[in-house]
């Protein structure tokens, strides 16, 4: 199986060569999705600007604390 070959010569490399290969791997699962992005920032604004307008309340951090605390 292909993966098990590369698992194999990547665990032949030496540490440093493991590190950059780690970090490449992780770099290249951090990819965020441009449509997903983009629909997260226009509710997010939707909501602050309710906020400031005083159509929805803020929950006060004690609250939100106690309810985890439970």
Same mark, same amino acid.
Do not use: C, F
């Given at each position: 199986?292909?993966?098990? %070959?590369? /698992? %194999?010569? @990547?665990?032949?490399?030496?540490? +440093? !060569?493991?590190?950059?290969? @780690?970090?490449?791997?992780? !770099?290249?699962? !951090? %990819?965020?999705? /441009?449509?997903?992005? %983009?629909?997260?920032? @226009?509710?997010?604004? /939707?909501? &602050?600007? @309710? &906020? *400031?307008?005083?159509? +929805? *309340?803020?929950?006060?951090?004690?609250?939100?604390?106690?309810? +985890?605390? *439970?």
């Amino acid at each position: 199986m292909i993966i098990e %070959k590369i /698992k %194999k010569n @990547a665990l032949k490399l030496n540490a +440093i !060569d493991r590190v950059h290969l @780690a970090e490449m791997l992780l !770099d290249s699962l !951090d %990819k965020t999705d /441009k449509q997903v992005e %983009k629909i997260w920032v @226009a509710e997010s604004e /939707k909501r &602050y600007k @309710a &906020y *400031k307008e005083g159509s +929805i *309340k803020g929950i006060p951090l004690a609250q939100i604390r106690s309810s +985890i605390e *439970k």
